[in-house]
Structures are given as C-alpha cells and as structure tokens.
C-alpha cells in the first residue's frame, strides 16, 4: 500500500437515486478534467450492482463519448453476451445506449478461448486439461494487459497505467475485483492484470486488476447500498488495519479513494463522513484538482525557500 495516499472520502445519501445522481455528477466532472489535461478520459468499470448505479450516465448532458476509453476492473472468463460477463451488464445498463464506438470499449480477447470455454465456460475443468485451461487463462490476462499498455503508453512513460477512474464495488467478505480475502493475489507486485482460476465466488476462472493498477488511478471510487453492506462496511472503514482487500485500494497522492453509500449501508460506520459537493459548472474544482493545485503550491513554495537561500548565501 502506498505509504503517502490519502484517507478515503465518504459521502453517503438518503436514497440511491440522489446516490446514482451524484455518483454521474462525479463521474461527469472526473471526464472533464480528464480531457482538459489529456484530451481522454480512462475509466474502468466493475460489475455486480455497478452497472444499474450507471444509467443516468445514458440520459446526462455534457458527457464527451468520444473520448472515453472503458476498460473493466475485472472480467468473468466467459463469452461476452454471457450472464456472467461484467461486459455484457454494463452494455445493457448503459454502454449500449450512448453514442460510443465499440472499439473506445476494452475486453477480453475472446478468440483466445478454449474450444471448452465457448461451449461451457463455468463448467469445472475435465481432468487432464488443467494446464491446458492455465494457459488460457494466462494467455487472455497477458493480452488484456497488452491493452493496456497500448492506450496508456503513449500519453504516460511511467511505469504503471494511470487511470482518470476506476468504479469499484465491496463483496459481502470485503472483495473488490478478483482480489479476495487471503488470496495469493493481494500480494502480486509485478503484474498489471492477472489470472485467477479458484474465485470463492462462482465463476472460478477471472481476470483482474492488481493493486499495481488500482492504487496509481487518480480516482478510485467504491458504490454500495443496502442494509447487507453495514458491517462489511464498517469493518472496511472502521478497521483497515485488517487488510480486507477494499481497505488495501490507497491511490498515492494525488490519486484518492471516495465511497458512495446510502445511509442505509453505513448504518453502523463510525468514519466520518464529508458531505458532496455537487459540482455546477465545468469551472469548479473536483478533489483530485484541489490536491493537484495543493502540491503545485507545496512545491512552489519550496522551490521559493530554495532560490532564498541561494541568494542569502551568495
């Protein structure tokens, strides 16, 4: 975890519609700073209840389609018209009603399936073709991987892709991604996407982001609603000394975290809470921008102190 990131910022709402509402007011202004900067806006989508909290997105004036580039935080190893596809749930949600081309949309490469996967892809691998559907598996995550690089290469020669958002949602045991609890993921340190082929929660065989990707975005920004959440969340915000892998999401600075709840799932937080700004016009500063102006004066200053001495020593 980055020694030098931020605590998380929580807003919760009374109701999920002013929740979805908020959450594509942020999204919204997170574009806009994006394209002032880049001129594109990375973003990468997960799946579960994540998608429905999106549809205002389909009706919001201001939105660039042209230049989001939407990659997922993690993906079933499954045809992408699959139930079981975070792809597939997202376009039904949204992506399939917004004027983007299909090639602005990063998934999975399916021509790299076994013969099996197509026909049955949550099926338990035959004895005898474990390594043959390892293979597969490391083989569809390196090539997400090499898209990745693709679209981040270009604009960022660092070492690691630099996401405008990432949208995250909490598992019932505090899972995000494919990033269970206790699992060997958590402590992948070279990878940008890897392979998972014994997930706790059906369907076993995934892609997902590491820790390498979530914790250098500028933006991470978690949903969760409903009475069901309380003490997973609580635990998440209350006790991050207790590694559940949601806890573990640290952007280092100038990158933030930021949750999304009803009132209703943070029944039992003691986090404190920070009210949202709802942000009026494209002039208005989100908190990655605040922080941004933050350091450029922190360095400024420095900078100033130095040039200072030099002249009281000369």
Known sequence: MPQSSAPPVLYTFDAVPKLQSSLANFILKAQNDAVDHRGVFTIALSGGSLPNNLKPLAELDGIQWDKWQVFFADERIVPLDHPE??????????????????????????????EQTRVDPTAEIKPGEED????EAVEIADDYEKQLVSTFAGANAARYPTFDLILLGMGPDGHTCSLFPSHELLAENDRWIAEIQDSPKPPKRRITF???????????????????????LAKILDKPEEGLPCSRVRPASPGLVFWFVDEAAAGRVQYPKTEYKWIEKASDDDPITVERKKMKSEMDAAVAEADKDVSIKQ
């Open 85 to 114: 596809s975070n792809y597939s749930a997202c376009a039904k949600a949204f992506l399939d009603h917004v004027p983007i081309k299909r090639e602005q949309i990063h998934t999975i490469n399916t021509e790299l399936f076994r």
């Open 132 to 135: 043959e559907a390892e293979n």
């Open 210 to 232: 590491t820790y390498q990707v979530l914790n250098h975005a500028f933006r991470c920004a978690f949903v969760a609603a409903g009475e069901g959440k309380q003490e997973m």
